[in-house]
């Protein structure tokens, strides 16, 4: 369908288009249906199938009613404004996910941006129980067992940003510093390391890229770690050190990663289970057949995620700023792991309630993103997903119970209020039929809403969504645009 466009010139308001109404009489079906707002949307179904199956505008198709019940319209609209502004969030947390990042890169919108990833070792996991299991030899090889060697191996988990032609070299460091049980550590905390490293290896992106293919140890990047720090963990096993992971965790510090300093490329490690994991070999005296014993990275972990803005368009942007988007050009912008990200609202919403009429039904809504693809480049990929969550005036993510306020479900067609990278329209599109209406109903209410990268977990008890910091994907926004089909009486 050909739509003619027309430039606003209100920097904060999206892309006008104009409106189309379709106009018929109240048919005898509707007049003892109960609500108004599901009578309007039902009825609306004969419209809009008329309307997405034509190759024209649909304007005034008029359906006969002898009941004379009076009139009413389906209207379609984009012209609601969408306000817009770049925002800086708090509490990055980047602790305790699936995947952490390395590394440094120059971004041309975004500045610099380097990332370093502490891990703790810690003990290997029951598979009856899901907890952590004593680190003990085999009844056969107690008093028996001879020390080999040390290995950690590092998964790739397929995110690269920046320039991957160039080689990089990875550096493994031994903690001086304990982490804190429990805490949720953001993208701005760090811990103390030894800043020699213990083992360090030069690493192409193919090699990389060779380390996500498979978990077998041959393809894996892996580090041998000194004599002295495997003998460390050997001589506490079976004993009272190895046995509770408190007391594990205190005895043996942890790891960080970094790449070097001139690096062009931010990498993804996986820290799951079966993936990344410390490795001890021994044999038993009087036997030649080398023995494995796996442990984990599944405590305390968290990416260092630090910026330097200077020189680009946000670099003067402070924690809780609000940037509105007639400052930067109308555009905005959303960075993962550094806190930026777009805070949009509705201050035009009410429009729809005109000429004293307060039953409107919204027929179907449609939240557009869309990127500029002219910043795109290589592998400077968009987020692959965006999650909705509410924001509060003062600029932080609004939680109940320290959960995020995931604007969720569309009740009304079961759709998660999430959404892919389009790759063949280059957009996010979010269907935002219900939480529109309740907005109009006034049975919720907003401060804005926040667009953060996320993930969808699904289990066998369903899906859930969380929000996942650690990379460093951004995305330039061009425009957002809030289509709308709604119906009222006239």
């Not at 810690?122 to 009856?128: A, F, V």
């Not at 905005?332 to 509705?346: D, E, N, R, V, W």
């Amino acid at each position: 369908m050909k739509l003619q466009l027309t430039k606003l010139k209100q920097a904060l308001k999206t892309t006008t288009l104009r409106k189309r109404t379709l106009i018929f009489t109240q048919n005898s079906f509707l007049k003892n249906s109960g609500n108004f707002t599901l009578r309007m949307r039902n009825v609306a179904i004969l419209l809009l199938s008329a309307f997405f199956l034509s190759c024209e505008d649909p304007i005034n198709i008029a359906v006969d009613a002898p009941s004379g019940g009076g009139q009413f319209a389906t209207t379609f609209t984009d012209t609601l404004t969408v306000s817009r502004a770049t925002v800086m969030i708090d509490s990055i947390v980047t602790s305790a996910q699936s995947g952490a990042v390395l590394g440094h890169y120059t971004d041309p919108v975004f500045g610099d941006v380097s990332a370093t990833i502490f891990t703790q070792i810690t003990l290997p996991i029951d598979g009856n129980t899901g907890g952590y299991a004593a680190l003990t030899f085999p009844d056969a090889d107690k008093d028996k067992a001879v020390y080999d060697s040390m290995y950690v191996y590092f998964a790739h988990n397929g995110f690269a940003y920046g320039d991957s032609t160039k080689p990089v070299t990875l550096n493994l460091h031994r903690l001086t510093e304990d982490f804190v049980k429990g805490k949720k550590y953001l993208n701005k905390d760090k811990l103390g390391y030894n800043a020699t490293p213990i083992a360090s290896k030069n690493l192409t992106y193919k090699e990389f890229k060779r380390s996500a293919a498979s978990t077998a140890k041959d393809s894996l990047i892996s580090f041998k770690l000194p004599a002295s720090i495997g003998n460390e963990i050997f001589s506490i096993i079976g004993k009272d050190q190895s046995s509770d992971i408190d007391k594990f965790t205190a005895a043996i510090k942890g790891f960080a990663l970094t790449l070097n300093n001139n690096a062009q490329t931010v990498y993804g490690i996986s820290m799951a289970l079966g993936s990344s994991a410390p490795v001890l070999y021994y044999h038993a005296q009087g036997d030649t057949v080398g023995k494995a014993m796996s442990l984990t990275f599944l405590g305390e972990r968290f990416s260092e995620i630090k910026t330097n803005r200077q020189g680009k368009v946000l670099q003067n942007i402070k924690e809780f700023d609000s940037v509105p988007a007639q400052l930067t050009g109308n555009i905005t912008y959303m960075q993962s792991g550094a806190g930026i990200t777009t805070k949009i609202l509705f201050p035009t919403l009410n429009n729809l309630l005109k000429a004293g009429n307060n039953n409107v039904a919204i027929n179907k809504a449609e939240l557009i993103i869309e990127p500029d693809m002219d910043k795109v480049a290589g592998n400077l990929r968009v987020p692959p997903q965006f999650v909705l969550v509410e924001i509060g005036k003062d600029n932080r993510l609004k939680k109940t119970n320290n959960v995020e306020d995931f604007v969720a479900l569309d009740v009304a067609t079961g759709t998660q209020y999430i959404a892919d990278f389009n790759t063949t329209n280059n957009n996010y599109q979010f269907n935002f039929t219900s939480y529109l209406q309740d907005l109009l109903n006034k049975k919720k209410t907003t401060d804005g809403i926040a667009l953060v990268p996320s993930f969808v977990s699904t289990t066998s008890s369903g899906s859930t969504i969380g929000i996942y910091n650690n990379n460093v994907s951004r995305v330039v926004i061009k425009n957002i645009k809030l289509n709308v089909y709604y119906s009222g009486k006239k």
